[in-house]
């Protein structure tokens, strides 16, 4: 069957040190890998894409890593901040095809950084 | 938001009625899509619509229905509710395909009593 992970539910870090979210999935072939941030009482909002021919994207204090091998994303948040606690999503984009471009999510990870 | 606005934002019916939510985008975006969100479930795809009057079925389609009669607006309808329907349910939009993600709407918290 089809399935989307996520590491854990919950992620307690300190205030200053990196998280690290892992996102892994089986029977898919996305042709790109997304990351989303939820906070409470709000929809997703886009935080980075990565392609599926590249192994690694960074953004500010963010960083994605994709191995299609594995089967796995890795997203991290450096020097990390309590602005950055909310809930973290990972997606599958399978592409454009003639009939729709679906995009499959993972359960997410709730941050916590502590101060 | 990305102009994308979902109505209502909170409704409660009765079991058995037909309920329907609407999602309007100012974006011009080619792609909308359905979800509901459930604890445990994460999100999940309802329907989703490529085109104006082409729309297909995502992983949890029973029970629901959808139109979209024009690009800006997507319809999601309930044609009987029931109580495992209880859920908050977002729309999204995407353009550019591998360049941005989707962009979602507010919510709306259904409730089926």
């Known amino acids: 069957s089809q399935k989307i992970e996520q590491n854990s539910e919950a992620l307690n870090i300190q205030e200053g040190k990196t998280a690290t979210l892992t996102c892994n999935y089986t029977?898919?072939?996305?042709?790109?890998l997304q990351w989303y941030r939820q906070d409470p009482g709000r929809g997703p909002v886009f935080l980075l894409l990565i392609r599926e021919n590249e192994k690694e994207k960074r953004k500010e204090r963010l960083k994605v890593t994709f191995d299609t091998t594995l089967k796995q994303s890795l997203f991290h948040i450096t020097a990390s901040q309590p602005a950055d606690s909310a809930t973290y999503l990972c997606a599958l984009d399978m592409g454009r095809s003639a009939t729709g471009n679906q995009f499959y999510f993972g359960t997410g990870t709730s941050l916590t950084v502590i101060p | 938001d990305a102009g994308i606005t979902q109505s209502p934002r909170h409704k409660v019916t009765e079991t058995g009625t037909p309920v329907t939510l609407r999602c309007h985008q100012t974006?011009?975006?080619?792609?909308m899509y359905w979800y509901r969100q459930d604890p445990g479930h994460g999100l999940r795809l309802i329907h989703y619509s490529y085109g104006v009057k082409d729309t297909d079925k995502g992983e949890v389609s029973d029970g629901y229905s959808v139109s979209r009669s024009k690009t800006e607006d997507f319809l999601l309808t309930l044609e009987s509710a029931t109580s495992s329907q209880t859920s908050v349910y977002f729309c999204?939009?995407?353009?550019?395909?591998?360049?941005?993600?989707?962009?979602f709407g507010q919510g709306t918290r259904l409730t089926v009593v």
């Open positions: 029977n898919y072939s996305p042709a790109y």
């Open positions: 974006e011009n975006h080619r792609y």
């Open positions: 999204a939009i995407s353009g550019a395909g591998g360049v941005v993600g989707a962009f």
